[in-house]
């Protein structure tokens, strides 16, 4: 189907480009609002991520300017957070949560000793599902007037995420970017498919809410044994374990891990809810050649890591 629409012919090619010249002509009035302290917020139909990244490249030329995806299903803030603060401001130590980070970088543009004198932050879809519950963290970094936001929304309700002093803190001037774009980036990290191997974190997630505090437990296990593992795998090569792409725990190392942690007491009662859980596609098992069977979710350690931190 992507194929199909790929190849489709652009309708209305003429307006569409008239329409991109109006929004271009506009950049002037959005970096002078940007100067001005406020933060500049895009709605409308249709993708605004390619313009708003020409917009970031002009942005670029006078202040270093740090993007997030918020489309990214896998997104962590924290880790976007940890790069600006080591890689932009040359901080060194970026240890803590996402809202100690948020501050720790608030707080070196209140010094007077600062080496980068402004900074930009241009969020793709700022109402996306992994940043939904950190508009605090962010409203920290835009409550500095030495940094800049540049958002983009596209759901309907999307204003309804902030309250009132978050909005303050956002100072948001509104500008309608419609562009008639398809979200092809955008969605292109959705699950459309049916088959299994087509799991994404989305659908973990709505399962796990679904689930009791021992079942989640029990997924926690397994996830956790896979970001090790998969640490493992990027050590150096002297310390690397041999293994699959995605990391698989044995059965009866996974039922001992879960009844040490009390989370099951019988293997009858464990194996009925990996069952619950191979029917939702969130986890997947096989047996190897000696017959041991192993059992893994479909996904990497990367977007394991941000479902473990969106279930605290």
């Not at 940007?34 to 002009?58: D, E, I």
Request: hydrophobic fraction near 45%; glycine fraction near 6%; include cysteine.
């Amino acid at each position: 189907a992507r194929s199909i629409l790929a190849n489709a012919p652009v309708k209305h090619a003429e307006e569409l480009a008239l329409l991109d010249s109006l929004h271009r002509r506009q950049f002037r009035q959005w970096f002078f609002e940007l100067a001005c302290g406020f933060s500049v917020l895009f709605y409308g139909f249709g993708s605004k991520r390619r313009l708003v990244n020409s917009f970031a490249t002009q942005l670029a030329e006078s202040a270093p300017v740090a993007i997030v995806n918020g489309y990214f299903p896998a997104l962590n803030l924290k880790q976007s957070l940890e790069k600006i603060a080591a890689e932009i401001l040359g901080l060194g130590d970026t240890t803590g949560s996402a809202a100690d980070l948020a501050a720790l970088i608030r707080g070196y543009f209140e010094t007077d000793s600062r080496a980068v004198d402004a900074m930009y932050v241009v969020v793709h879809n700022i109402d996306g599902a992994c940043l939904r519950k950190h508009q605090a963290v962010l409203a920290v970094l835009a409550s500095s007037p030495r940094i800049r936001f540049v958002a983009t929304i596209d759901h309907i309700e999307a204003p309804l995420i902030w309250d009132t002093s978050t909005a303050t803190h956002f100072n948001w001037a509104w500008h309608d970017l419609t562009t008639f774009e398809p979200y092809t980036v955008e969605t292109s990290y959705e699950n459309f498919g049916t088959e299994i191997k087509d799991i994404g974190p989305r659908g973990v997630l709505h399962v796990l809410a679904s689930l009791t505090e021992n079942a989640k437990g029990i997924f926690r296990v397994l996830a956790e044994y896979q970001i090790a593992e998969a640490a493992m795998d990027d050590a150096p090569a002297a310390q690397r374990k041999p293994g699959a792409a995605t990391p698989e725990m044995p059965f009866a190392g996974y039922f001992a891990a879960c009844r040490d942690q009390f989370l099951v007491s019988s293997e009858m009662t464990f194996r009925s809810q990996l069952t619950e859980f191979r029917d939702h596609r969130v986890i997947q098992s096989r047996h190897a050649a000696d017959g041991t069977e192993l059992v893994f979710i479909p996904l990497d350690a990367a977007t394991l890591g941000t479902i473990l931190e969106s279930m605290e």
